[in-house]
């Protein structure tokens, strides 16, 4: 049960970004190294 707690937490809410607000947008750059990173542009878009 633990491990897939820490699993979850390491695929979905640890994120390997940068924040950027603009005056009209807030974008977030996902590291071209991040392996979930098909999965949030996905969900994003």
């Given at each position: 049960?633990?491990?897939?707690?820490?699993?979850f937490r390491l695929k979905y809410v640890f994120l390997a970004a940068?924040?950027?607000k603009t005056a009209r947008y807030v974008i977030m750059k996902l590291s071209e190294n991040y392996p979930y990173k098909g999965v949030y542009e996905k969900c994003l878009v």
């Open positions: 049960y633990r491990q897939q707690i820490k699993t940068k924040i950027i």
